[in-house]
């Protein structure tokens, strides 16, 4: 496997173990998830224990161990979005996709996550997919939604 | 850009700024705030920029992109200055008449205009509406005026002239005594003491200390901090500054929430100019001062919140909390003296300096100084952020600015202070709001998310929502928290399905006092707030789930039923259509029945249907 781009990244914090946090960010950013051989790279770059690496890779809900789709459906369970139906919303995602929050689909297409309030709450129930916000959602707009950025997929490709 | 190596350097040039700006230009300022932008104001913004462009208007008119305006619910939002024409719900198709009517000529588009709720009579300007005109916005007035991202603007509005009071005409001891008469109290939600605190921080030994911004903003429904560090980052940079020479700190960190990948692009921006101005770095403006501020994204964990857990984070740890035997004034960040405060506390800095303690105490109550942010949110109509005097009343913010419940529904309650908060019932609702008094009935001021609850909110399972939270959120280091909150949350679970018993109401008491004692951190101590504060003011709804498995909000889906009203339907047949599960069967034009055996309650058939035939029961 290929570090250089590893190596760019510990370079940027110079390789310190404080910024270790700040450089899973970054090769997160870079991958979509954290492999096992880079953990293991970072480790003896870092000179610190793979255990340690982990422990903050595992800590910490920006990080993934396993590959996530090439969309992104988060959805907002912030109290504002609670109250306003964004667990039906949720759900329905679910049963659409066959998947529950943290999971990815077996094509690697979708993931679907929820995260504790986007600070967009009067909008809520908001969707963010690929970071892109759908706002005021329901049910009935789920499959709309899902039809778009399947669309979208293809035109890209 | 040359760095200002005295502070008639920096005078010098606000002084240039202010007369190269032509006061009579009209500025079309548009909210780009993470809402606004989610609402399309990024087109919006193009849109205006070609039309500029396109009419050649350059010279007459300024597009600028700011901060949160604060009416959320209207967005996006645009003021025309110098006028303050205040139009809503813009659209691009809106950008051309906008800039023919109301820049090239001098009219008012009537279309685009909020209209009184009661008067019906449109409004013209932005300080007329009444969710603006009760408020006042000492804090967040700036944001809808400057672009944050551009340092000049900060200056022009007489940005950095506190730090220059506190470097020329202030001394250390000085400045902390102003900020401790003015009684500024943490705004993250502890309401500590923020003087005293720099003043113990200054004291402790070492030659080392930190200052330290917590922009890590992570009670759901409160987005105040991030509508600053966005809308106005030089505030709280200025606030941060003065503090650092007060304690005698040379370095400084910013700690911002991933989540808000607009906040952490502003807030770099701003220092990265602020750098070029020699603002920060060595011998500001020609004194001794010398001082830096870093960032330091989170990594989605609410615990980080906590200032220890957040110290560790920053050293590249995992975040878990430790004890306070010993303050982080006196040991944090590299167990050096390390001064921690809310993004809005540094931003109230400048203003106490600028305009003294005596002024800024004459804002609030007794013990509760200034004005406070708070998202108003939820159940409500006007959705937005509003900053409003410290003593206000409960129903001055949700009614009079907020302008109570949407679609005629009844107040229940409102939820203040994230999870560590609690619910406030409508006999509460003419409580000043402050810090003691939120204290005193069972909730806090945390860091100002303010969530209205109607009539169709489930009390019970909006504890249930923030124990859920809160389980996944705690560290797992201390017992009590880990497993006691698990163990609510699976009462509460059972209650909300039907499988509640009696005795669990005393069980969640007694659980819910052990987790708040023997917990280290404000995370585990105040995590059973949210559920004593309901079974406090809403037993009813608990015994009514418990003893008649019943939820009155019909909310709880093991506890209620969908029925399709023969009389009301029409057999339009949408509702079986769009059944995930072909539970509704009914010949056309005829009344539909739903099968409660396939029914798996998702509520589809009650949201589509236009006869408002599908009954919950």
């Keep these: 496997m290929d570090f250089s781009n590893i190596d760019r990244i510990l370079d940027k914090y110079d390789r310190s173990p404080s910024g270790i946090i700040r450089i899973l960010q970054d090769v997160q950013a870079e991958l979509n998830y954290l492999p096992r051989d880079v953990l293991k790279y970072i480790a003896s770059s870092l000179s610190v224990p793979l255990s340690h690496v982990y422990r903050i890779a595992t800590f910490y809900n920006a990080f993934s161990l396993v590959p996530k789709g090439k969309h992104m459906i988060s959805v907002c369970l912030g109290t504002a979005c609670h109250v306003r139906g964004a667990p039906k919303v949720l759900e329905k995602i679910e049963r659409e996709l066959g998947i529950s929050p943290g999971e990815t689909t077996e094509d690697l297409e979708f993931s679907l996550e929820t995260v504790n309030c986007l600070g967009a709450c009067a909008l809520g129930p908001i969707v963010v997919v690929d970071g892109e916000y759908n706002g005021e959602m329901n049910v009935s707009k789920v499959d709309e939604l899902l039809k778009k950025i399947k669309q979208g997929g293809e035109i890209n490709e | 850009m040359s760095k200002f190596l005295s502070k008639q350097d920096l005078e010098e040039y606000r002084k240039k700024i202010i007369n190269s700006r032509d006061p009579n230009k009209i500025i079309i300022?548009?909210?780009?705030?993470?809402?606004?932008?989610?609402?399309?104001?990024?087109?919006?913004?193009?849109?205006?920029?070609?039309?500029?462009?396109?009419?050649?208007?350059?010279?007459?008119?300024?597009?600028?992109?700011?901060?949160?305006?604060?009416?959320?619910?209207?967005?996006?939002?645009?003021?025309?200055?110098?006028?303050?024409?205040?139009?809503?719900?813009?659209?691009?198709?809106?950008?051309?008449?906008?800039?023919?009517?109301?820049?090239?000529?001098?009219?008012?588009?009537?279309?685009?205009?909020?209209?009184?709720?009661?008067?019906?009579?449109?409004?013209?300007?932005?300080?007329?509406?009444?969710?603006?005109?009760?408020?006042?916005?000492?804090?967040?007035?700036?944001?809808?005026?400057?672009?944050?991202?551009?340092?000049?603007?900060?200056?022009?509005?007489?940005?950095?002239?506190?730090?220059?009071?506190?470097?020329?005409?202030?001394?250390?001891?000085?400045?902390?005594?102003?900020?401790?008469?003015?009684?500024?109290?943490?705004?993250?939600?502890?309401?500590?003491?923020?003087?005293?605190?720099?003043?113990?921080?200054?004291?402790?030994?070492?030659?080392?200390?930190?200052?330290?911004?917590?922009?890590?903003?992570?009670?759901?429904?409160?987005?105040?901090?991030?509508?600053?560090?966005?809308?106005?980052?030089?505030?709280?940079?200025?606030?941060?500054?003065?503090?650092?020479?007060?304690?005698?700190?040379?370095?400084?960190?910013?700690?911002?929430?991933?989540?808000?990948?607009?906040?952490?692009?502003?807030?770099?921006?701003?220092?990265?100019?602020?750098?070029?101005?020699?603002?920060?770095?060595?011998?500001?403006?020609?004194?001794?001062?010398?001082?830096?501020?870093?960032?330091?994204?989170?990594?989605?964990?609410?615990?980080?919140?906590?200032?220890?857990?957040?110290?560790?984070?920053?050293?590249?740890?995992?975040?878990?909390?430790?004890?306070?035997?010993?303050?982080?004034?006196?040991?944090?960040?590299?167990?050096?003296?390390?001064?921690?405060?809310?993004?809005?506390?540094?931003?109230?800095?400048?203003?106490?300096?600028?305009?003294?303690?005596?002024?800024?105490?004459?804002?609030?109550?007794?013990?509760?100084?200034?004005?406070?942010?708070?998202?108003?949110?939820?159940?409500?109509?006007?959705?937005?952020?509003?900053?409003?005097?410290?003593?206000?009343?409960?129903?001055?913010i949700i009614f009079d600015i907020g302008g109570g419940v949407p679609n005629g529904k009844k107040f229940k309650a409102v939820q203040t202070g994230g999870p560590s908060g609690g619910c406030i019932p409508e006999e509460y609702l003419d409580t000043p709001v402050d810090f003691d008094r939120l204290t005193e009935l069972g909730s806090m001021m945390g860091s100002g998310g303010m969530i209205v609850m109607d009539e169709s909110t489930c009390m019970v399972d909006v504890a249930r929502y923030f124990l859920n939270f809160l389980k996944d959120e705690s560290c797992g280091k201390c017992t009590t928290c880990r497993e006691g909150i698990k163990r609510m949350y699976e009462i509460l679970t059972d209650i909300t399905e039907g499988r509640g018993k009696e005795g669990d109401i005393e069980l969640l008491e007694e659980l819910g006092w052990v987790v708040a004692n023997a917990s280290l951190c404000g995370l585990g101590q105040t995590a059973p707030n949210p559920v004593l504060s309901t079974i406090r003011y809403f037993r009813d709804e608990y015994e009514a789930h418990i003893k008649e498995k019943r939820c009155p909000a019909k909310v709880c889906k093991a506890l209620i039923r969908y029925e399709i009203d023969q009389e009301k339907c029409t057999g339009c047949g949408r509702c079986r259509i769009n059944c995930p599960v072909e539970a509704i069967s009914g010949e056309k034009k005829k009344p539909h029945i739903i099968d409660q055996e396939k029914c798996i309650k998702c509520g589809i058939c009650h949201e589509v249907c236009k006869f408002d035939a599908v009954n919950i029961i």
Excluded at chain 2, 249 to 260: C, D, F, K, M, P
């Design chain 2, 29 to 396: 300022a548009l909210c780009g705030d993470t809402g606004c932008q989610a609402y399309g104001a990024n087109k919006i913004a193009d849109a205006f920029r070609k039309e500029i462009k396109a009419k050649n208007l350059q010279d007459r008119v300024e597009l600028k992109i700011t901060g949160c305006h604060g009416f959320c619910e209207r967005g996006p939002l645009i003021v025309i200055y110098p006028k303050k024409i205040f139009y809503q719900k813009v659209s691009e198709k809106d950008v051309s008449e906008i800039i023919s009517e109301s820049v090239v000529n001098d009219n008012v588009i009537e279309r685009l205009l909020y209209v009184h709720p009661e008067t019906k009579e449109p409004i013209v300007k932005e300080d007329e509406v009444p969710f603006y005109n009760r408020q006042q916005k000492i804090i967040s007035g700036m944001n809808s005026v400057i672009d944050p991202t551009n340092i000049d603007d900060y200056i022009a509005i007489g940005g950095y002239s506190a730090l220059e009071k506190a470097l020329f005409d202030m001394d250390p001891d000085s400045i902390i005594e102003e900020v401790k008469k003015a009684n500024l109290r943490g705004r993250g939600g502890g309401g500590f003491p923020t003087g005293v605190k720099w003043e113990s921080c200054k004291n402790a030994p070492g030659d080392i200390h930190y200052v330290i911004c917590n922009a890590d903003e992570g009670d759901p429904g409160a987005y105040m901090d991030r509508s600053l560090l966005e809308g106005n980052p030089h505030s709280v940079l200025e606030g941060m500054m003065i503090g650092a020479y007060a304690i005698g700190s040379s370095e400084g960190y910013v700690y911002v929430r991933n989540e808000y990948p607009l906040a952490v692009e502003n807030v770099n921006i701003a220092i990265k100019q602020a750098r070029e101005y020699g603002l920060l770095g060595e011998n500001i403006l020609g004194t001794d001062f010398s001082f830096d501020i870093k960032v330091t994204r989170g990594g989605g964990a609410f615990v980080c919140g906590e200032s220890t857990a957040l110290m560790a984070s920053i050293e590249g740890l995992w975040g878990e909390p430790r004890a306070k035997h010993i303050h982080t004034v006196v040991s944090g960040l590299y167990n050096k003296p390390t001064n921690l405060n809310n993004v809005e506390t540094w931003a109230n800095v400048p203003l106490i300096i600028n305009k003294g303690a005596d002024w800024y105490s004459k804002i609030g109550t007794e013990n509760s100084k200034g004005t406070k942010i708070f998202s108003l949110v939820g159940k409500v109509n006007n959705t937005g952020l509003v900053e409003v005097p410290m003593g206000i009343t409960l129903r001055e």
